[in-house]
Structures are given as structure tokens and as C-alpha cells.
């Protein structure tokens, strides 16, 4: 049974860092991609940053690039998302997710989901 499971999460100041780490088990996902999305009250789910598991190249939102950093430790088997210079508008729950690939930027890319960690960042 594949499970993801997110951490890290919290409140902090405007410019402040948190470090979102998400915990995979359950299948090899050499061939996958992991990315990060997150979802705002009263909005679309978004899409924030991906990493392939085997190569460990990125992709990322244009609204956190140059913020936020998205990498993967195999030997841990976990994926980290640091993020830097938060903003207030940076409040979501982030999820974690898995997927073969494809259209990294897509929500439905992704077969399998975290349950959401909440990130809130105040003025």
C-alpha cells in the first residue's frame, strides 16, 4: 500500500522558512515523479514544484521560483520542499504527490496523494 505522508508544516512570520518533508513507502518510485501542490481556501488545487526520482530534475510554479527548493533524498526515500521569503499568500495546505510523469504541472499526473500539511504564513 503506497503512503505519503507530509510534515513540517506550521505558522511563521512573513520572510520567515519552513521545510515541508514528505515520506514515501510502499512501491519503487524510480520512475516517478514527486511533486508538491497546494490549495488555498476557497481556490483550485495549484501546482508548486516536481522532481523526477531518478534524475532529479525540477520543475516549478513561476510564483515560488527563486523562493522555494524542491529535492529528494533516495536513501531516505523522502522528498523535501524548503521554502524561503514566505508570504502571506503562500497559505495553503500543501500536499505531496507521486506520478509516472508527463505533465508535471497537472494534478491528475499524479496516481497517488498525501493527506496535507497546513502552512501559514502571517503579515
Known amino acids: 500500500q503506497v503512503q505519503l505522508v507530509e510534515s513540517g508544516g506550521g505558522l511563521v512570520q512573513a520572510g520567515g522558512s519552513l521545510r515541508l518533508s514528505c515520506a514515501a513507502s510502499?512501491?519503487?518510485?524510480?520512475?516517478?515523479?514527486m511533486a508538491w501542490f497546494r490549495q488555498a481556501p476557497g481556490k483550485e488545487r495549484e501546482f508548486v514544484a516536481a522532481?523526477?526520482?531518478?534524475?532529479?530534475?525540477?520543475t516549478y510554479a513561476d510564483s515560488v521560483k527563486g523562493r522555494f527548493t524542491i529535492s529528494r533524498d533516495k536513501s531516505k526515500n523522502t522528498v523535501y520542499l524548503q521554502m524561503n521569503s514566505l508570504k502571506p499568500e503562500d497559505t495553503a495546505v500543501y500536499y505531496c504527490?507521486?506520478?509516472?510523469?508527463?505533465?508535471?504541472?497537472?494534478?491528475?499526473?499524479?496516481?497517488?496523494w498525501g493527506q496535507g500539511t497546513q502552512v501559514t504564513v502571517s503579515s
Open positions: 510502499g512501491r519503487t518510485f524510480s520512475s516517478y515523479a
Open positions: 504527490a507521486a506520478g509516472p510523469g508527463g505533465r508535471r504541472w497537472f494534478w491528475g499526473s499524479y496516481d497517488y
Open positions: 522532481i523526477s526520482w531518478s534524475s532529479g530534475s525540477t
